[in-house]
């Protein structure tokens, strides 16, 4: 089993920055993959991120790519998501999940664990 609590969400102007943060527990394995997806009100739940929690391999949404980074870090068992340049369109709750295999997928039906989520909201 692997618990996750999400952090860092919040209210921001457009054109701001947050950063979220994923503390992981549990039993963990180096193949896992680690994921970022939002869900806005009425909307389906959207792939945002990911990285492999061994080699560090990062992927982004097209609609994120060059404003958000994905980060892990071992020591401390957390998974972070830098987010700048923020828009009205990336208002949702952010949450973060864990796919137990190794091919990195891009589905939130992929993905066997998850966090309750925090809310980032994007003023304009």
């Known amino acids: 089993q692997v618990q996750l609590v999400e952090s860092g969400g919040g209210l921001v102007q457009a054109g701001g920055s947050l950063r979220l943060s994923c503390a992981a527990s549990?039993?963990?394995?180096?193949?896992?993959?680690m994921g970022w997806f939002r869900q806005a009100p009425g909307k389906e739940r959207e792939f945002v991120a990911r990285?492999?929690?061994?080699?560090?391999?990062?992927y982004y949404a097209d609609s994120v790519e060059g404003r958000f980074t994905i980060s892990r870090d071992h020591a401390k068992n957390t998974v972070n998501l830098q987010m700048n340049s923020l828009k009205s369109e990336d208002t949702a709750v952010y949450l973060c999940?864990?796919?137990?295999?190794?091919?990195?997928?891009?589905?939130?039906?992929?993905?066997?664990?998850w966090g309750q989520g925090t809310q980032v909201t994007v003023s304009s």
């Open positions: 990285i492999s929690w061994s080699g560090g391999n990062t």
């Open positions: 999940a864990v796919d137990k295999e190794a091919y990195g997928s891009t589905s939130a039906g992929s993905y066997d664990y």
């Open positions: 549990g039993r963990f394995f180096s193949w896992y993959t």
